[in-house]
């Protein structure tokens, strides 16, 4: 798999020989540009695709020979959206997964202590949230992380062990953020896109089509639109035989410190 070290070593020093031999006119400058743009194109794909584990390695899918899934949801808690979804997992008897925002939980521990006390797994989404967040230097991205780490700890009293990065975006900074703080880094296999699609029926359709065994679905628990879909998504795949379980059970790892 392509990672970002051996990409930098390879394309580096073919990038100065290129422009070196263009300069000595022997070769066209076009060959520096178009390993310029290959060079581009791989890093980005790498950094705003998570599944590509270009630089960090993170955890996607569980096996595929059990027909098991994982539910997870991004960005609360959330104080109207969370308790509805809560109560529609409870009356199902379904396990998710909760990656939360720091500064979402302060006023809400209550819902974290509630989503604990009903076997739901609690991860790491960083504190900040900013749009930018995965482009800062690692030493501010361990103070921020550490920030909703002590939230988590604080509502729950456990240290959370998994961490989704904001957007999906990795970098390198990231890498030693979650490096430093002995972080499980988790993604997913199937993103509903709930917050970008307005058609439920569309977010419903992609997503049965998806299904697989071993998958992780990402969905937001601040969006209102997820409870009705989730409620369906859940009888659909009850119905297909999929057991659906905590991401911690699907992939064979630990919660909590
Ligand atoms: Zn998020």
Redesign the pocket.
């Known amino acids: 798999m392509l990672n970002h070290r051996a990409v930098t070593l390879l394309f580096l020093p073919l990038l100065a020989v290129l422009l070196g031999l263009s300069l000595y006119r022997e070769f066209s400058l076009i060959f520096f540009f178009i390993a310029l743009v290959v060079f581009i194109v791989i890093v980005v794909y790498g950094t705003f695709w998570i599944g590509a584990g270009y630089h960090l390695k993170a955890l996607c899918a569980g096996v595929a020979t059990e027909r098991e899934i994982a539910i997870t949801f991004?960005?609360g808690p959330n104080s109207e959206i969370t308790p509805q979804l809560l109560d529609l997992l409870k009356e199902r008897g379904i396990k998710a997964g909760f990656f939360c925002?720091g500064k979402n939980i302060e006023g809400n521990e209550d819902l974290l202590r509630r989503m604990d006390n009903e076997g739901h797994i609690i991860g790491n989404?960083s504190f900040s949230?900013g749009i930018m967040f995965d482009f800062f230097p690692a030493a501010w991205l361990m103070q921020d992380l550490t920030r909703a780490e002590q939230a988590i700890a604080k509502a729950i009293g456990k240290k959370p062990l998994c961490f989704r990065p904001?957007?999906g975006v990795t970098t390198p900074h990231l890498a030693r953020a979650v490096k430093g703080l002995y972080y499980t880094v988790i993604g997913w296999s199937i993103r509903s896109m709930d917050t970008s699609i307005k058609d439920d029926n569309k977010i419903l359709k992609n997503v049965k089509r998806s299904l697989a065994p071993g998958a992780i679905l990402l969905f937001h628990d601040n969006n209102p639109r997820i409870l009705h879909i989730i409620g369906e998504l859940i009888d659909f795949a009850l119905e297909h035989g999929y057991k659906i379980v905590g991401f911690d059970k699907l992939l064979g790892i630990k919660a909590y410190a």
């Open positions: 991004d960005d925002i989404h949230h904001p957007y």
